[in-house]
């Protein structure tokens, strides 16, 4: 689960209460609200499988501990409900009625979205809060079905509007970025690099359409997504996010996206109960950050930036305002140093002033506690102000909730600017009818039979069918090597990848980081091709053993999953994963030892962006892209066995060497390029769009230095912004700790273990450089010994070793900055990270940065 962890206890307090409040569906009365009660208790049958077993852990509780009655705000009147909970009413009429009787810190509690993990229902009835997300993979605590789903949001809705005095319901969101991804056995789509190939507005609103019936089955109006960047640099981890390198097509199927997920702007069903919020994402510039950095900086000269903002990339977001679009997430990522989450420029004059956005706008998840200002609170500050309305703080949002009611007290952020963040939040509240919506109404029961059914699964597999590229589709004997697949009778199909749907999902799939495996409901390519085979005869071998009849082979590798900052790479390492590349490497073999080197080759991609795949193209006679293909393979052997033919094209310009990405876009760079943009073949061999290529370039040629780094994947300081962070390695780098922060090096003080880290590190340009090594200590004194050497270490002793003293830091999370000078030749270098002191202090080491000297 995402950057949290829930106390057990807290566990129990959210069981007991939920019980408590199940309790409370069984009364009825006469108000409004009360009259939703009714409507459960006639329209639904609460399907509380897991409740049984709750049941016991409540006694067990009570047992512990003395389970707190939500407190009575006893000096506040009683609501008057009659305005605002009046639909007749102009939407602004009725905010103004019921915040005219908010008090300030109903109104901060509106202004704040805490992660449904780390919350208990009392929470939200005792701070009034007014929204709540699941994280990456925050599935509910009895389970991950969709029924535990609906149970636990349901009554997270209930406790709001029947347990608060003002009743505002509950806005829940959450990241349906490919399907309701986070929700075991729901429809999930290829990621949108896929669909950015397959370039169809009406698949776009399909898929918006079911995934917005998806997420309405579990009692949720919101998902975080269309993502409107447009990458320019596919070292970034969120690359597959992005329909693709320019603003146009991101323009077009963003747009799209969200007239399904919204329904028509305009139209009766916009916003109804088939359909969901979307959120305008990362806003802005995201794709264009240096070195493809997640979270990273867009250098730019000031007027240049203005002009591309103006010229492209607002148009996405113009778009999808004119959708009816209410919300609008802000980016992690900086412009010229400033973040983008404390920039009024951005935010206040050019989003909700140029382009009149009247919605509201909400941080990334703890996405103020990256700004400026020496507390926290300074740092709320400075995002209220520069205009942000809607506050991600997972778990702070208490400290948020205080900080926010102080700064207005002391007058540093105005009424007024609270009341604007309350008005818009309270707006899409109303627009998007939550006041007159049902919790756990009948359509939204009904919906679960839907989910991740036949009907949405044949939307996702039309998806996948169009979203395969194929780029190379080389002559076999007399005919393409597709045609020759189909006249095949004894198909080898090779690699792990190609029966594995976890690797097929990539991140954001159950898991914030997605996993391999069997983690969902899902058909392999295998499994696929299996169910297609039609008298072909299938044998699977996953390390690529060709047999005696083999006569041809669908080898599929990739990428291995990935999301945000866990997917950012180096030059070196955007490439497949080495276990593919062994298997590569037997699979020639094997073909050879066979004498087969001449049968069709066919190789399927699963990779979320363009990689480095220059010492195998020549090896393949066809390459099948099939990005991030979801859980429907199906539609991959539609294409392969069946008789659809390919229709997608590349929405990225692919480089034979990631080492050349930063000049892909320049003049005179063709030779660099593997695949244009717009490539693309069909069966028989022809380019569907004149701009694309049949023709690839021969491979460049490379120093045997930098073919070295690329084989060994030594990290290239010159990708990654001369910052050593755990960011950078793939799953096979050694000695990684990752641990909770992504720290790349760590030692836990309990069980006196040393820190042994290595790393291989290729220096750009000598010179001196000063180390900056982030370090957070548990106490004073503790020396670190750095031992550094060109090419490896091989003796200890022989190795430059520099002692760095630890002090104390406020807290293992509080990196600090302790430097070392030192002198570097160009080339590769081992790093080596060593505790000096057995039993010593805990400590964590964040990243190191290189600083040029000269
Ligand atoms: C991501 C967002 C996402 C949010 C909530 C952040 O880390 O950048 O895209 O919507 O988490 O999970
Ligand atoms: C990230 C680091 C970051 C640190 C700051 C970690 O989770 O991986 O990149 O510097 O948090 O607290």
Redesign the pocket.
């Known amino acids: 689960m995402k950057k949290t962890k829930i106390g057990s206890a807290a566990a129990i307090v959210l069981v007991v209460i939920a019980c408590v409040f199940a309790g409370v569906y069984q009364k009825s009365s006469t108000s409004m609200m009360d009259e939703n009660v009714a409507n459960i208790q006639e329209e639904t049958e609460q399907p509380n499988d897991s409740w049984p077993e709750q049941a016991e852990e409540v006694e067990e509780a009570e047992e512990e501990e003395k389970v707190e009655e939500p407190e009575e705000v006893a000096e506040l009147p009683e609501a008057d409900k009659s305005v605002y909970m009046d639909a007749t009413q102009d939407t602004e009429v009725r905010i103004d009625a019921l915040m005219a009787q908010m008090t300030l810190e109903e109104k901060v509690a509106q202004m704040v979205q805490p992660e449904q993990a780390v919350l208990t229902l009392s929470d939200i009835t005792e701070y009034n809060i007014g929204s709540i997300l699941s994280g990456g993979g925050s599935a509910p605590r009895g389970g991950n079905t969709v029924t535990h789903w609906q149970n636990n949001v349901d009554n997270m809705k209930y406790a709001s509007i029947t347990q608060t005095r003002l009743g505002i319901p509950l806005l829940y969101g959450v990241d349906a970025v490919h399907g309701h991804n986070n929700v075991a056995d729901a429809t999930m789509f290829p990621h949108n690099i896929g669909l950015g190939a397959a370039d169809d507005e009406e698949l776009m609103e399909s898929i918006g359409a079911v995934t917005a019936r998806e997420v309405r089955a579990t009692g949720i109006q919101w998902t975080f997504a269309p993502t409107l960047g447009n990458a320019r640099n596919e070292l970034w981890g969120r690359t597959y996010e992005c329909y693709g390198e320019d603003v146009d097509i991101v323009t077009r199927l963003g747009a799209a996206y969200v007239r399904g997920l919204q329904g028509e702007n305009g139209t009766d069903e916009f916003l109804d109960a088939d359909h969901i919020l979307a959120t305008a994402k990362h806003y802005i510039g995201e794709g264009y950050t240096a070195y493809g950095q997640n979270q990273g900086d867009v250098v730019m000269d000031e007027a240049e930036f203005d002009k591309l903002l103006h010229d492209s990339l607002l148009n996405p977001y113009k778009a999808l305002l004119d959708e009816g679009a209410l919300t609008v997430m802000v980016s992690y990522s900086s412009v010229n140093g400033l973040k983008c989450h404390e920039s009024a420029y951005l935010i206040n004059e050019v989003l909700k002033g140029e382009l009149g956005f009247t919605g509201l706008v909400v941080s990334d998840y703890n996405g103020v506690h990256q700004v400026s200002g020496s507390t926290y609170k300074d740092k709320v500050a400075q995002s209220v102000n520069a205009g942000i309305d809607l506050f991600m703080e997972p778990n702070d949002w208490k400290v948020f909730m205080e900080a926010l009611v102080e700064l207005v007290k002391e007058g540093t952020v105005s009424q007024e600017r609270v009341d604007d963040a309350v008005r818009r939040i309270l707006r899409v509240k109303f627009e998007a009818g939550l006041f007159e919506e049902t919790v756990g109404a009948k359509r939204e029961v009904e919906l679960i039979g839907e989910f991740g059914g036949e009907e949405n699964r044949a939307v996702a597999r039309e998806a996948v069918r169009k979203s395969l590229v194929l780029l190379k589709n080389d002559d076999v004997g007399s005919k393409t090597a597709m045609e020759a697949l189909a006249d095949s009778t004894n198909i080898l199909v090779a690699g792990k990848k190609a029966d594995n749907v976890g690797a097929q999902c990539g991140g954001w799939t159950i898991s914030w980081q997605g996993s391999k495996g069997d983690i969902t409901e899902g058909t392999t390519l295998l499994e696929a091709l299996e169910n297609a085979a039609n008298g072909k005869n299938i044998v699977y071998s996953q390390d690529g053993e060709v047999s005696a009849d083999t006569d041809a082979v669908i080898v599929a590798v990739g990428e291995d999953p990935y999301a945000e900052?866990q997917g950012d790479r180096s030059y070196s390492n955007l490439t497949i994963t080495n276990e593919d590349k062994t298997m590569l490497n037997d699979l020639k073999a094997s073909l050879t030892a066979a004498g087969k080197e001449d049968i069709p080759v066919i190789a399927v991609l699963f990779t979320g962006r363009p990689v480095t795949i220059a010492d195998y193209v020549e090896d393949f006679d066809a390459i099948v892209e099939a990005w991030l293909p979801g859980t429907e393979g199906d539609g991959i052997a539609d294409v392969l066995l069946g008789d659809y033919d390919f229709t997608g094209t590349l929405t990225y310009t692919w480089t034979w060497y990631a080492s050349d990405i930063e000049s892909k876009f320049d003049n005179g760079s063709e030779d660099l390029i593997l695949f244009k943009k717009g490539t693309g073949l069909t069966k028989s061999g022809e380019s569907l769009k004149p701009e694309g290529t049949t023709v690839i370039n021969a491979k460049p040629v490379k120093s045997e230095a930098e073919l070295a780094s690329i084989r060994e994947g030594i990290i290239d300081l010159s990708s990654t912004g001369y910052v050593l962070?755990?960011?950078n390695y793939t799953e096979d780098s050694y000695l990684v700790g990752r641990g909770n922060?992504?720290n790349i090096s760590y030692v836990d003080g309990w069980s006196g273990e040393w820190a042994n880290a290595k790393w291989d590190i290729l220096i750009p340009e000598a010179g001196k450089y000063k180390l900056h090594f982030?370090i957070a200590a548990e106490k004073d004194s503790d020396t670190v010994s750095i031992y550094y050497a060109p090419g490896e270490i091989t003796d200890d002793g022989a190795a430059n070793k520099t002692a760095v003293p630890m002090t104390k830091t406020a807290d293992l999370?509080d990196?600090q900055d302790f430097t070392l000078d030192v002198s570097l030749e160009e080339g590769s270098y081992e790093f080596k990270f060593m505790n000096d002191t057995a039993n010593g202090a805990e400590f964590r080491l964040?990243?190191i940065e290189f600083e040029y000297m000269d």
């Open positions: 900052m962070e755990a960011e922060a992504n982030y999370l990196y964040d990243r």
